[in-house]
């Protein structure tokens, strides 16, 4: 009778002491997911936007609205083996003057996307090196974002500025790179005419 007893009481306390162990791994479960939950209602809807330095997704898929700059079609040797114009960006995703200047860029490509060769370069994709040769894009990375670079037919630096430098400047370059007409005379890309041109080599 008295082994019964101890062994009934034995039970109690090891049923009590294992809902005790659940109870407990449920609050350790429950209260940080009340917690995450919560955190939904008091944080604020955006975390970050078009002022600040804070990531939130590539700056030309979100706020130039345009994804077909990245990757961009062709890279930077296969465009240079085309001797095509190149047009590089080098930008970070998390630098709010990078995240202005991804319109202008998503606008070069509006107007120049079929002729040149547009290629936005993320900083850290880029080794580090002591050196870099003109075939590799650390050569024309000058440690700022973001910063512009433009390279002609025949690979020489036309164009080489950093900051959000206005689409009027970096236009004037590129109609000078296709020999266009001046804004001032066309705002379409037109071509000069023979004629014109002459009249600018006598003149």
């Known amino acids: 009778m008295i082994f019964a007893a101890l062994k009934q009481k034995n039970i109690v306390r090891f049923t009590i002491s294992k809902i005790k162990n659940i109870l407990t791994r449920s609050t ?6 009340c ?6 209602i008091w944080s604020p809807a955006a975390l970050a936007g078009i002022d600040d330095d ?35 960006v080098y930008y970070v995703d998390d630098s709010s003057d990078c995240k202005k200047f991804s319109i202008v860029v998503s606008r ?12 936005p370069v993320t900083v850290d994709s880029i080794p580090l090196k002591a050196n870099y040769s003109p075939e590799e894009l650390g050569y024309y990375y000058q440690g700022f974002v973001p910063q512009t670079v433009i390279l002609d037919q025949k690979g020489k630096v036309v164009f ?23 804004r001032s005379e066309s705002v379409e890309l037109k071509r000069r005419s023979f004629n014109e041109f002459n009249y600018e080599l006598v003149d």
């Open 28 to 33: 350790l479960l429950i209260i940080p997911l």
């Open 35 to 40: 917690l995450i939950s919560l955190s939904w």
């Open 54 to 88: 804070r990531y939130d997704g590539n700056v030309y898929v979100v706020y130039a609205g345009n994804g077909s700059l990245v990757p961009p079609p062709l890279d930077f040797a296969e465009s240079r083996s085309r001797e095509m114009p190149i047009i590089l």
């Open 108 to 119: 070069m490509q509006k107007f120049y996307g079929r002729a040149a060769s547009i290629i």
């Open 160 to 182: 080489d500025e950093q900051g959000q430098i206005p689409y009027e400047e970096i236009d004037d370059t590129l109609r000078e790179v296709f020999d266009l007409l001046p």
